[in-house]
């Protein structure tokens, strides 16, 4: 159980294209996605925090307008990473986060999602 | 401010020794610390949490408030316990920050 899922898993796409990412909880519902980026050899850096039906909440230095994200179901929630640019080329990684009741998974505990490799050329 | 520091990049031990990840932390609540860990190839999961005081995969790690750390200790070493630590604190709102990592190598 507490499965999340992302999708796709590998994307390439050309300088100044938009490109969405999907993460789902597959047997939860999730009332917080987290959205982290990975650079090669170094830690996850919190991007932002997304609760289902409210806007997301952006960390320090992280352009909410080039990274949308939407959560609009408990189970759904999204990255558009817009008019991307080769430095935006990163591994991207969600979590997600239960209520902690009424869950048979989930509960406090943060489950990652694969990650999403997106190269940008 | 909230901090993570893991020192080591990286730890080589052979199978059967004791290994210990070290990892200090700051933070000016009452902090909620974790171990995650990444094997080859697969996604990040979770291994320890401070709160449950278990052992997992023969793991423990004991929180030291006056010294602000959060070690990851396991007697003895297996081949299979190689792969990427990372400690992490949670703040009050459940936003994980993470350490740099420390990658763990047990040579036979």
């Known amino acids: 159980g507490a499965v999340v899922s992302q999708h796709p898993s590998w994307v390439i796409c050309k300088s100044g294209t938009s490109v969405k990412i999907e993460c789902r909880s597959l047997?939860?519902?999730?009332?917080?996605m987290f959205w982290y980026r990975q650079f090669p050899k170094q830690s996850l850096m919190l991007m932002a925090t997304s609760n289902e039906g409210s806007k997301a909440t952006y960390e320090q230095g992280v352009e909410k307008d080039k990274f949308l994200i939407n959560h609009a179901s408990l189970t759904l929630s999204t990255l558009t990473v817009t008019s991307a640019h080769p430095e935006d080329s990163s591994f991207y990684i969600c979590s997600a986060r239960g209520s902690g009741q009424g869950n048979t998974w989930g509960g406090y505990e943060q489950y990652f999602g694969p990650g999403t490799r997106l190269t940008v050329t | 401010a909230q901090r993570v520091t893991q020192p080591e990049k990286l730890l080589s031990v052979f199978k059967g020794a004791p290994v210990e990840l070290k990892c200090n932390y700051s933070y000016s609540g009452s902090p909620e610390l974790f171990w995650y860990v990444q094997y080859s190839r697969q996604r990040l999961q979770l291994l320890l949490r401070?709160?449950s005081r278990e052992s997992i995969k023969g793991f423990t790690a004991d929180l030291n408030k006056g010294e602000t750390s959060f070690h990851l200790k396991k007697p003895f070493a297996q081949e299979e316990d190689s792969a990427m630590y990372y400690c992490?604190?949670?703040?009050?709102?459940?936003?994980?920050?993470f350490g740099a990592g420390t990658q763990v190598v047990v040579t036979p």
């Open positions: 401070h709160i």
């Open positions: 047997d939860f519902q999730a009332t917080t």
């Open positions: 992490a604190l949670s703040d009050s709102w459940g936003k994980l920050q």
